[in-house]
């Protein structure tokens, strides 16, 4: 589903990426831990297309059904119709409308064609928006990437609809989805709302930074639940960046990999994930 | 108009402004088509049509608004007083209130239009009026307030005249004891406006509030002027001003506060606040504090800048496309000073305003009606 070959990027001029490669399929989890300064967000960022993350080297392809039809021009010279075998094991909703999967090249696309696409930013420092409430802001948001898509914008009805379960999915209550976004809003309920967020879009792959920080037990549960719920599908594929292991007891990753000077530069199976917490990330990562 | 005399922008009061189009305004002479009014009113209450300043009985239902001679107090304004002494009046008694809100709807063909105004809110009455300004050509008003004791009046103005137009407004205001006058101008058309206002707190606990909205695109200027006088202690007053500037554009808003000797407790709060959709616009904002009492708290906060990098990028990484997302954070940027409007309706009507000036297509006269000039002004001009 997404694969980042030789990746380089820098931020005001100075490198921060140095040769990064990922490859993440369907249907797997993996999760990406790393010292502080290793380059995490910067990799979220530069994923998300976030203007002053620069990348000097590399690619990213990204192959998903949401290909908009502005892009379709834009689609990685190799790209290739993939056929989709998903009908078979019956989760191919998605799917269907386009019949066909799409390797695009990710770093092309803007911002906001890269969420059309299906990818998420869960961001670890969710912005203050306010004067904008957490409903007119997510209706705008999945609508415009339905127009993208060539899809008909839902109905108020349907979306409030929609927001209400997430909503309660996540345990955010209600009226803090008319509330202006993110506005007066605890650590937790933040990470809640980019939850709350990720289940109204319903994207196909979905890049956390650090969405387990500043989150007590009970949030991280929640936390973890809606990850596991709105993402854990076999057409669909989770980037979790994390500190610690702790969102891990919640999210099992499917692979570890231990990010340190701007490449990975350890790649395994959960267990990774506890030998760091017990040895440290300088025994792991030597 | 043979002795139009305008003040200089040599003068620190009219420095921001750009008068240069009114000689010329002066002299033309309205074409007679106008925008049609339907889509301006709001609501079923009094209403009233002035096209090119005259007023149009068969489309007005005036309630307990007079037509004639009307004392604006504005003999020393510069523009003001070319408003000259006829116009619209409103008298409401003590304890009434007129059954809805009154709007008044002003369309230009062209040239230049003189109407002086007074409001008179008796004790404990209470008043909202909504003007509309659209069309061509030179809109000049000047509107002379009295509030008694305990009397309220909501004044809401919405100014989306067509472009090389000027809507230039210029009130004055004596604001009696528990008084209470809020007024919020949006200017949300193509063309330019002067916004003057002169409003005194003179009686003790008075309030008064004067804010609005001003977006400004291409070669646009709106330039607000706003003196609160505080004469009286106890009294409260709140300017929330949001200016927004693209192209070449300029919006200027300078706020002065006064608070004399007596005026003591005084409690005041100026908010002026600017964003600049491209380096290339212009915002003013000059705070003013004036303060002889010894025991007041006069709060000021002035800031201008460019839309956040970080919730753009957040509204794009959710699938908002950058101009959407522009819109949207700027949309909430002015909502500010558009949220003390308190009747629903009307806030909604002056949201959508701003709205379509955000989106690209602020009220223009995409419906012309055209009616011969030699019609109007039979009725109207008593």
């Known amino acids: 589903m997404l694969q980042i070959t030789n990746l380089h990027a820098e931020v005001d001029g100075k490198p921060i990426l140095k040769g990064l490669d990922l490859a993440i399929g369907a249907g797997e989890v993996h999760a990406i831990m790393g010292p502080n300064g290793a380059g995490k967000s910067t990799l979220a960022y530069t994923l998300g297309g976030r203007p002053g993350y620069e990348v000097t080297e590399g690619s990213v392809t990204f192959t998903t059904p949401f290909v908009p039809s502005e892009v379709e021009g834009r689609a990685a010279s190799d790209a290739q119709r993939v056929s989709t075998s998903l009908d078979t094991n019956g989760v191919g909703e998605a799917l269907q409308t386009t019949g066909g999967e799409v390797a695009v090249d990710l770093l092309a696309l803007a911002p906001h064609e890269r969420a059309a696409a299906g990818l998420f930013l869960g961001f670890q420092y969710p912005v203050e928006i306010p004067g904008v409430s957490n409903v007119q802001f997510l209706r705008e948001a999945l609508n415009a990437q339905r127009a993208v898509r060539g899809e008909p914008p839902l109905s108020g009805g349907d979306f409030l609809k929609r927001a209400r379960a997430q909503a309660d999915a996540l345990g955010l209550a209600p009226d803090m989805l008319k509330r202006p976004v993110n506005v007066g809003f605890s650590g937790g309920e933040k990470k809640r709302n980019e939850m709350v967020q990720m289940g109204i879009i319903d994207p196909r792959l979905a890049i956390l930074d650090e969405t387990d920080s500043g989150l007590d037990i009970d949030a991280l549960r929640h936390v973890g639940h809606g990850i596991n719920s709105i993402m854990r599908r076999p057409d669909k594929a989770v980037l979790l960046i994390t500190h610690y292991q702790r969102l891990l007891d919640y999210v099992k990753p499917d692979f570890v990999h231990v990010l340190a000077g701007g490449r990975i530069v350890r790649s395994g199976g959960p267990e990774l994930a506890l030998e760091l917490e017990r040895e440290g990330y300088v025994g792991v990562a030597a | 108009m043979a002795s139009l005399a305008l003040p200089s922008s040599r003068e620190e009061a009219w420095r921001w402004s750009d008068l240069s189009a009114l000689p010329a305004l002066a002299e033309a002479r309205p074409s007679g088509a106008i925008p049609a009014p339907d889509v301006l009113w709001i609501g079923d209450g009094p209403r009233l049509l002035f096209v090119d300043g005259v007023y149009d009985p068969s489309r007005s239902n005036p309630g307990p608004v007079e037509i004639g001679p009307a004392d604006a107090r504005a003999a020393r304004h510069p523009l003001g007083r070319l408003a000259g002494t006829r116009g619209w009046r409103l008298r409401i008694g003590a304890e009434h209130m007129p059954s809805g809100t009154i709007e008044i709807v002003h369309l230009g063909s062209g040239g230049a239009s003189h109407l002086a105004a007074e409001i008179e809110i008796g004790e404990d009455a209470q008043a909202s009026i909504v003007e509309s300004f659209a069309g061509a050509g030179w809109a000049n008003r000047a509107t002379g307030i009295t509030l008694a004791r305990s009397g309220r009046l909501m004044l809401m103005r919405r100014i989306l005249g067509a472009a090389g137009g000027f809507t230039s407004l210029a009130d004055t205001a004596e604001i009696g004891t528990g008084a209470s006058l809020i007024a919020t101008t949006l200017a949300a058309g193509a063309g330019d406006s002067r916004i003057d206002a002169h409003l005194t707190l003179a009686g003790e606990e008075a309030f008064a509030e004067a804010g609005g909205a001003l977006l400004a695109r291409g070669q646009q200027r709106h330039d607000a002027a706003l003196v609160l006088r505080h004469a009286e202690p106890h009294g409260q007053s709140r300017q929330v001003w949001r200016a927004v500037a693209d192209d070449q554009a300029t919006a200027s808003v300078a706020a002065r506060v006064e608070v004399a000797r007596d005026a003591q407790k005084t409690d005041a709060e100026q908010s002026l606040r600017g964003v600049l959709l491209q380096r290339t616009a212009t915002i003013n904002a000059k705070p003013e504090l004036e303060i002889f009492a010894d025991d007041v708290k006069c709060a000021h906060g002035c800031a201008v800048g460019e839309l956040d ?29 558009l949220a003390r409007i308190g009747e629903e309706a009307v806030r909604e009507v002056f949201v959508a305003d701003a709205d379509n000036w955000l989106s690209n297509s602020p009220f223009v006269s995409s419906e012309v009606e055209t009616r011969p000039s030699t019609s109007l002004g039979t009725n109207g001009r008593d």
């Open chain 2, 309 to 337: 990098r970080g919730a753009l990028f957040y509204l794009n990484s959710r699938g908002i496309p950058p101009a959407p997302a522009r819109a949207l954070l700027t949309r909430a940027f002015v909502a500010d000073a």
